[in-house]
């Protein structure tokens, strides 16, 4: 069995897809690697990429090593993205108010006015 790790540029939180394989096909003048996998007794074959793939490796104690690092890695970055997002909607809800608060000021004083009919 082959264990594949594949950047993913869809989803920048993403960044990465893992998924095993009992087959590849590579060629040294195609940009391209076959990987081809069972699915209900048929044969189906993805392309992906060689400048996609992280690793591709038999080696599954290898494999699981640098996926646990990864994984430790985005799990990390994620934790602070949550927390700025948590941050980010803080304060886009402290300048809604703020607006708002002034919005209120401005038509009071209006009112008072005599400028708009």
Do not use: C
């Not at 594949?4 to 096909?25: E, N």
């Not at 990390?76 to 809800?93: F, G, M, R, W, Y």
């Amino acid at each position: 069995m082959y264990y594949v790790i594949q950047s993913y540029r869809d989803d920048p939180l993403k960044h990465f897809i893992t998924y095993s394989v009992p087959k590849y096909i590579v060629a040294p003048n195609n940009k391209n690697i076959i990987f081809e996998f069972v699915i209900e007794g048929k044969v189906k074959r993805k392309w992906a990429p060689k400048e996609d793939i992280i690793l591709l490796t038999d080696n599954e104690e290898f494999y699981r090593k640098i996926l646990a690092s990864l994984k430790s890695i985005k799990e990390q970055h994620l934790k602070k993205i949550e927390k700025a997002e948590v941050h980010l909607t803080q304060e886009v809800d402290a300048l809604s108010e703020a607006m708002n608060k002034q919005f209120r000021l401005i038509e009071s004083q209006q009112n008072g006015s005599k400028t708009l009919s």
